[in-house]
C-alpha cells in the first residue's frame, strides 16, 4: 500500500488526556531504563533510533524527554547537519556508519542519512537517478546494521503547516525560544510541498525497514508513541542479563 500523508493526522485522538499521558511517558521512561540496563549488560543488541520531520517538528524536545532517565554513557545523540568537506569527499553514508551503535548502546539521530535524499532533492542538488542508488544504498545499509542486531526504528514526525508556523512564529516572540530562530526554516517552509512529495517517497521506498509515521501537533502525545514503540521493541527481544561464570 503506497502511504500518502495527507492520509494520517497531525493531531491526537479526540479523547486525548494530557494529564494522563503524562503519568504514562513517566512509568514508560522508567520501563526504557530497565530494558536499556539489560541490552547494556548482555551487548548483544543495539538499537538505532532515527527521527526525521520538518522544521520544529520537535525533535530536541523528543530526544530531551524521551531519553532523559537514561544515563549518557548509554544513549548517544548525533545531530546531523550539512556534511563537512571531508565529508562530502567520501561516499555520503561514510559519515553515517561512524556512529551507528555499538553493541548494547542506543544511537538516536536527530536528522540522518535521508537528508541526503530529502533536501537535496528539494533544492535538486541531487538528480533522480542518483537519488534512486542512494535510496538503494539505503535499503542495504539498514539491511546491514538488521542483520547485525542493530534494531532500526524510523520516525516521521507529522507535523501540519499551520502548527508549524505557529511554532516558528513563537521562535521570533518569546525570548525563552528566540536562540531556535532561524531564517532559514522561513526559507525552507516555502518548499513544504516539495518536501512533502519526498517524504512520501523516501517513505514508500525504504518501507523494508518501516516508518512510523507519528502525529506531532501535540508533543506530549508524539513522545508518548515513541516511547511505546521503542519499548514494544525491545520487550520482543531476548534480551537477560548475563551470569557470572566461574
Given at each position: 500500500?503506497?502511504?500518502?500523508l495527507?492520509?494520517?493526522?497531525?493531531?491526537p485522538?479526540?479523547?486525548?488526556?494530557k494529564k494522563?499521558i503524562?503519568?504514562e511517558i513517566k512509568?514508560?521512561q522508567?520501563?526504557l531504563?530497565e530494558?536499556q540496563y539489560?541490552?547494556r549488560?548482555?551487548e548483544?543488541h543495539s538499537?538505532?533510533?532515527?527521527l526525521q520531520g520538518m522544521?520544529a517538528?520537535?525533535?530536541?524536545?523528543?530526544?530531551?524527554?524521551?531519553?532523559?532517565s537514561?544515563?549518557?554513557s548509554?544513549v548517544?545523540?548525533k545531530s546531523?547537519k550539512?556534511?563537512?568537506?571531508e565529508?562530502?569527499a567520501?561516499?555520503?553514508?561514510?559519515r553515517?556508519?561512524?556512529?551507528?551503535?555499538?553493541?548494547?548502546?542506543i544511537?538516536?539521530f536527530n536528522r540522518?542519512?535521508?537528508e541526503d535524499?530529502l533536501?537535496t532533492?528539494?533544492?535538486?542538488?541531487?538528480?533522480?537517478k542518483?537519488?534512486?542508488?542512494r535510496?538503494?544504498?539505503?535499503n542495504?545499509?539498514?539491511?546491514?546494521l538488521?542483520d547485525s542486531?542493530t534494531?532500526?526504528l524510523?520516525?516521521?514526525l507529522?507535523l501540519s503547516?499551520?502548527e508549524?508556523?505557529?511554532?516558528?512564529t513563537e521562535?521570533?516572540?518569546?525570548?525563552?525560544?528566540?536562540?531556535?530562530?532561524?531564517?532559514?526554516?522561513w526559507?525552507?517552509?516555502k518548499q513544504?510541498?516539495s518536501?512533502?512529495?519526498?517524504?512520501e517517497?523516501?517513505?514508500n521506498q525504504?518501507a523494508a525497514?518501516?516508518?512510523?509515521i507519528?502525529?506531532?501537533d501535540?508533543n506530549?502525545?508524539?513522545?508518548?508513541?515513541?516511547?511505546?514503540t521503542?519499548?514494544?521493541k525491545?520487550?520482543?527481544l531476548?534480551l537477560?542479563l548475563?551470569?557470572?561464570?566461574?
Open positions: 500500500m503506497t502511504i500518502q495527507k492520509n494520517f493526522s497531525t493531531k485522538p479526540a479523547d486525548f488526556n494522563k503524562k503519568k512509568l514508560m522508567a520501563r531504563l530494558l539489560v541490552m549488560a548482555q548483544k538499537l538505532l533510533v532515527v522544521d517538528s520537535g525533535k530536541d524536545g523528543a530526544v530531551k524527554n524521551i531519553f532523559k537514561i544515563s549518557a548509554d548517544k545523540v546531523w550539512a556534511p563537512s568537506k565529508e562530502l567520501h561516499d555520503f553514508l561514510w553515517i556508519h561512524q556512529h551507528t551503535p555499538a553493541k548494547g548502546m544511537q538516536v540522518s542519512h535521508y535524499v533536501i532533492r528539494v533544492h535538486a542538488w541531487c538528480d533522480d542518483t537519488a534512486a542508488k535510496i538503494e544504498a539505503i542495504n545499509f539498514e539491511k546491514l538488521t542486531n534494531h532500526v524510523k520516525f516521521y507529522h503547516k499551520e508549524q508556523e505557529v511554532r516558528l521562535r521570533k516572540t518569546n525570548p525563552l525560544k528566540m536562540w531556535k530562530h532561524n531564517d532559514g526554516d526559507e525552507e517552509r513544504w510541498d518536501y512533502m512529495k519526498y517524504y517517497t523516501v517513505i525504504t525497514c518501516p516508518w512510523h507519528i502525529p506531532t501535540e506530549r502525545y508524539k513522545e508518548y508513541l515513541i516511547l511505546k521503542i519499548i514494544t525491545l520487550e520482543t531476548d537477560e548475563p551470569n557470572l561464570e566461574l
